[in-house]
C-alpha cells in the first residue's frame, strides 16, 4: 500500500482507524542512516545494519511519525533515534535513545518544547534513557608532602594529562571526587595535612574543567570519602573519617543533577575512609576496600537511587587506598592501594562485571602505588594517576587492560580527587 493512509493508530485487529491529517508512509529504508519527516511513517528494515534515525530540527505540538520494525530485526540491528536538538521524553539530545525489541513499533507525537518527543503508542517497550559517556577528566586538590594544594591538571579526550592550573577553593588533601549532571563533576571535603581541620564544602566543575569556589558545608566534615555517580547524571559521597567525631561514620550524602548537595543520611556497610568507588552497569555504583579500625575487603553496591547495600565479602586481601573507575560503559576496575597482606604498595586490579560482580585479583600493570585517584574519559575508557611520591599515570582499556606507566607533567602529589566531566571530546 502506498500513498495517504488515514491511519495514525494501530488498532488491536489491525484494522485502519480514521483520524483527521493522516501519515504518508514511505519506502522501505534499508540504510544505516535515514532522517525523516513529521507526518509520514518509515518500514525501517535492519536485517543488514544497524540504522540512526535522525527527528526534524523543528517541530510543532501534534506532529507524528511512526516507525515499524520492517523485518523483525531490531533486536539485533537495533535503530538510535537522534532528536536534533529537540527533547525525547524530557531529555536533550545528548541521551541516547535506542529501542532494540524485535517487531517493535513506535508512534513519536510532539507534545512541544518543554517534553518534546513523546512514544505515544501502546505498543512501545518502555523508553530507557542512556546516559552519554564522560570524554575527559579532572585531577585537583592533594598533598604534595609538604603542603597541601588546590591545583588541579585536566585530561583530555585522548588520555593526555595537561600542565597544572592554578585551582580555587581550599587547598586539601583526601578529597573525592564524582561526575553529575551528565557533563559536570564536583569535589568535596578533605582536611588539612596535620589533621588540624576536616571540612565538608564542595567545589563545582563546569562542563569546560573550571573549578568553581568554595560551595559552604550542608554536610558534616570528613576526609577520605569516596564518590562516584548513580542513577546516569546524580553523585553520592560516602563514609569517610570525621575529626570532630574522633572516627569512622557511615553516612552518606547524595548530589542532585544540578551539583547540590543534600545534608547527612545514615548509610549501611563499615564505617571507613580511603576507599574507593566507582559506577557500574551504566546507573549504580560500588564502594570496595578502605579502613575502618583494620584493613577491609569488603564491597557495597549502590543503587541508581543512591542506596547503599550492605557488606558483601569482596575478593582478595583487605586494603587501602585503592583508586577505581568506570570502563567499557558498564563496568568499573579497582587498581592498586596498600596491602595489609604484603605490608606494601601493590598493583592489583579486580574487574568488576555489569552486575556488579568482582573479580578475583588479577596481577596489574605499572608502578604499584597507593593514594592516587582514577577517573574514566574518552567516552569507555579510564586513567589512574598519581598517587604517594607519584605524578605519572596509567591508561586502562575499554577492556579493562591497564598500560605501562605514562610519565607525568603535574606536581607529585596524592590524596587528591578525580572525576570525568564533559560531553564533548
Known amino acids: 500500500m502506498s500513498g495517504l493512509i488515514k491511519d495514525n493508530i494501530f488498532g488491536s485487529s489491525g484494522s485502519i482507524i480514521a483520524a483527521a491529517g493522516g501519515l504518508s508512509w514511505q519506502p522501505v529504508v534499508t540504510a544505516s542512516t535515514v532522517t525523516v519527516s513529521s507526518s509520514k511513517g518509515y518500514f525501517i528494515n535492519t536485517t543488514s545494519n544497524a540504522c540512526t534515525i535522525t527527528l526534524p530540527s523543528s517541530a510543532e505540538a501534534g506532529?507524528?511519525?511512526?516507525?515499524?520494525d520492517y523485518a523483525r530485526t531490531w533486536g539485533t540491528n537495533a535503530i538510535t533515534i537522534d532528536s536534533n536538538g529537540l527533547k525525547f521524553q524530557g531529555k536533550t539530545d545528548a541521551f541516547t535513545v535506542d529501542y532494540d525489541t524485535a517487531g517493535q513499533a513506535v508512534n513519536l507525537v510532539f507534545s512541544g518544547a518543554t517534553v518534546g518527543w513523546t512514544p505515544a503508542s501502546d505498543i512501545v517497550s518502555a523508553f530507557e534513557p542512556v546516559a552519554p559517556l564522560s570524554q575527559k577528566a579532572i585531577f585537583?586538590?592533594?598533598?604534595?608532602?609538604?603542603a597541601v594544594v588546590s591545583i588541579s591538571n585536566l585530561v583530555n579526550g585522548s588520555g593526555v594529562v595537561a600542565s597544572d592550573v592554578t585551582g580555587v577553593g581550599t587547598a586539601r588533601m583526601s578529597v573525592a571526587g564524582a561526575g553529575y549532571g551528565g557533563d559536570k563533576a564536583?569535589?568535596?571535603?578533605?582536611?588539612?595535612?596535620?589533621?588540624?581541620?576536616?571540612?565538608?564544602?564542595?567545589?563545582?566543575?563546569?562542563?569546560?574543567?573550571?573549578?568553581?569556589?568554595d560551595t559552604a558545608a550542608v554536610a558534616s566534615g570528613r576526609y577520605g570519602?569516596?564518590?562516584?555517580?548513580?542513577?546516569?547524571?546524580?553523585?553520592?559521597?560516602?563514609?569517610?573519617?570525621?575529626?570532630?567525631?574522633?572516627?569512622?561514620?557511615?553516612?552518606?550524602?547524595?548530589?542532585?543533577?544540578?551539583g547540590v548537595v543534600a545534608s547527612d543520611l545514615s548509610a549501611a556497610g563499615t564505617a571507613r575512609s580511603d576507599s574507593f568507588g566507582a559506577t557500574y552497569g551504566t546507573d549504580?555504583?560500588?564502594?570496595?576496600?578502605?579502613?575502618?579500625?583494620?584493613?577491609?575487603?569488603?564491597?557495597?553496591?549502590?543503587?541508581?537511587?543512591?542506596?547503599?547495600?550492605?557488606?558483601?565479602?569482596?575478593?582478595?586481601?583487605?586494603?587501602?587506598?585503592?583508586m577505581a573507575a568506570?570502563?567499557?560503559?558498564?563496568?568499573?576496575?579497582?587498581?592498586?592501594?596498600?596491602?595489609s597482606s604484603t605490608?606494601?604498595?601493590?598493583?592489583?586490579?579486580?574487574?568488576?562485571?555489569?552486575?556488579?560482580?568482582?573479580?578475583?585479583?588479577?596481577?596489574?600493570?605499572?608502578?604499584?602505588?597507593?593514594?592516587?585517584?582514577?577517573?574514566?574519559?574518552?567516552?569507555?575508557?579510564?586513567?589512574?594517576?598519581?598517587?604517594?611520591?607519584?605524578?605519572?599515570?596509567?591508561?586502562?582499556?575499554?577492556?579493562?587492560?591497564?598500560?605501562?606507566?605514562?610519565?607525568?607533567?603535574g606536581t607529585?602529589?596524592?590524596?587528591?580527587?578525580?572525576?570525568?566531566?564533559?560531553y564533548s571530546a
Open 140 to 146: 585537583a586538590y592533594g598533598d604534595t608532602a609538604s
Open 63 to 68: 506532529d507524528q511519525i511512526i516507525l515499524t
Open 412 to 422: 607529585t602529589r596524592y590524596a587528591l580527587g578525580a572525576a570525568g566531566y564533559s
Open 225 to 258: 570519602p569516596p564518590a562516584l555517580g548513580y542513577g546516569t547524571d546524580k553523585a553520592i559521597f560516602c563514609y569517610g573519617y570525621d575529626l570532630d567525631a574522633s572516627g569512622w561514620v557511615a553516612k552518606r550524602n547524595l548530589v542532585s543533577n544540578s
Open 343 to 409: 605490608s606494601a604498595d601493590i598493583n592489583t586490579k579486580n574487574l568488576i562485571s555489569n552486575t556488579g560482580s568482582m573479580a578475583s585479583n588479577a596481577t596489574g600493570v605499572g608502578t604499584a602505588r597507593n593514594h592516587g585517584a582514577a577517573a574514566s574519559f574518552g567516552g569507555d575508557k579510564a586513567i589512574f594517576g598519581f598517587g604517594d611520591g607519584h605524578s605519572l599515570t596509567n591508561l586502562c582499556s575499554n577492556t579493562g587492560v591497564i598500560a605501562t606507566d605514562v610519565t607525568g607533567v
Open 284 to 322: 549504580k555504583g560500588i564502594i570496595a576496600f578502605g579502613y575502618g579500625g583494620s584493613y577491609l575487603s569488603v564491597k557495597n553496591l549502590i543503587s541508581n537511587t543512591g542506596v547503599i547495600a550492605s557488606n558483601t565479602t569482596g575478593a582478595g586481601s583487605g586494603r587501602t587506598k585503592v
Open 326 to 339: 568506570g570502563y567499557g560503559t558498564d563496568k568499573a576496575v579497582f587498581a592498586y592501594g596498600y596491602s
Open 186 to 213: 564536583i569535589m568535596g571535603f578533605g582536611k588539612e595535612r596535620n589533621d588540624s581541620a576536616d571540612y565538608g564544602q564542595t567545589n563545582l566543575v563546569s562542563n569546560s574543567g573550571v573549578i568553581a569556589s
